[in-house]
């Protein structure tokens, strides 16, 4: 059932307005599920609030996209999972990394799957990580900061991947070469 309004610059509600348009300029186009989001301001502003902040933190850009895209697997949203392997493209990331990622299984820099399984503990515990699972995050090198910008991407992205299942989001047309669909 679809009752959510895909909105464009002229019909978003008029508190949602400067933000569809700041990511509109962004992306050169409107994103589907920005355009749903519209339909609450405090919504698309939170996420967008969220996600900036996380941009902000201590992990790298490859990082970052490691804790989106296990997010966006473990919570089957297609449209974050296309987006942000476009970003890791973008990012020079090794086809292998990408595809372990969109796999959701062990991913081939050992750091890097260190900070995969911290995400899917603190998605797993609902934050309540057991000190074991937290002890081998910070001996893979991440520092306790590190932990907690985890936690505020997993905020960012749960955000976003609910709002785009609850909406069903479609998968906009410049994504279309990275499609994904969750594994049976």
């Given at each position: 059932m679809s009752v959510f309004t895909a909105h464009t610059l002229q019909?978003?509600?008029?508190?949602?307005?400067?933000?569809?348009e700041g990511v509109?300029?962004?992306?050169?186009?409107?994103?589907?599920?920005?355009?749903?989001?519209?339909?609450?301001p405090q919504l698309l502003a939170?996420?967008?609030?969220a996600s900036a902040g996380f941009e902000q933190t201590a992990l790298a850009p490859l990082e970052r996209e490691v804790v989106i895209l296990t997010v966006s697997t473990s919570n089957e949203c297609h449209f974050c999972v296309?987006?942000?392997?476009?970003?890791?493209?973008?990012?020079g990331a090794d086809t292998d990394l990408i595809d372990a990622l969109r796999a959701?299984?062990?991913?081939?820099?050992?750091?890097?799957?260190?900070?995969?399984?911290f995400t899917l503990a603190v998605l797993d515990h609902r934050g309540a990580v057991p000190d074991d699972?937290?002890?081998d995050f910070l001996a893979a090198g991440y520092q306790p900061r590190h932990a907690l910008d985890?936690?505020?991407?997993?905020?960012?992205?749960?955000?976003?991947?609910?709002?785009?299942?609850?909406?069903?989001?479609?998968?906009?047309a410049p994504l279309a070469a990275h499609a994904w669909t969750p594994a049976a």
């Open positions: 019909t978003a509600p008029a508190a949602a307005r400067r933000a569809v509109r300029g962004r992306f050169g186009w409107l994103p589907t599920p920005v355009a749903l989001m519209a339909e609450s939170g996420f967008l609030a296309a987006l942000h392997t476009g970003k890791l493209t973008g990012l959701a299984t062990t991913l081939p820099d050992p750091r890097l799957e260190a900070l995969r399984r699972e937290l002890a985890v936690v505020l991407g997993v905020g960012a992205y749960t955000i976003s991947t609910f709002a785009n299942r609850l909406t069903r989001a479609p998968l906009d």
